[in-house]
């Protein structure tokens, strides 16, 4: 069974940049037709896409984040790993990463990881 896990900063102050890192078990980050996803949930409200990176280093980010994200990986590690800049304290919220597949037009998520909680306050 797959297995996903989040790890880095609980707190971060505004301004900064958020750095996380999503660790893949029983299976590749370089498999081919899958999307492997960071989503977030601030207090009270829904889930909200981030982005992903595929197998071929293709990354693509949610329009309004974009221009403050940055999905890399670290392949001899099984890793990928959010850059969030400029953080304010609306980007307060659980973060997830999980792995994704198209299922019709839109994509899925088999596998999540647990969830790591994110403040931003000074």
């Known amino acids: 069974q797959v297995h996903l896990q989040e790890s880095g900063p609980g707190l971060v102050k505004p301004s900064q940049t958020l750095s996380l890192t999503c660790t893949v078990s029983d299976a590749s980050i370089t498999t081919n037709y899958l999307y492997w996803s960071w989503i977030r949930q601030p207090p009270g409200k829904g889930l909200e896409w981030i982005g992903y990176?595929?197998?071929?280093?293709?990354?693509y980010y949610s329009p309004s984040l974009k221009s403050r994200t940055s999905i890399s990986r670290d392949t001899s590690k099984n890793e990928f790993i959010l850059q969030l800049t400029s953080v304010t304290p609306e980007d307060t919220g659980v973060y997830y990463c999980a792995r994704g597949g198209h299922h019709g037009a839109a994509l899925s998520f088999d596998s999540w990881g647990q969830g790591t909680q994110v403040t931003v306050s000074s």
């Open positions: 990176i595929r197998a071929s280093g293709n990354t």
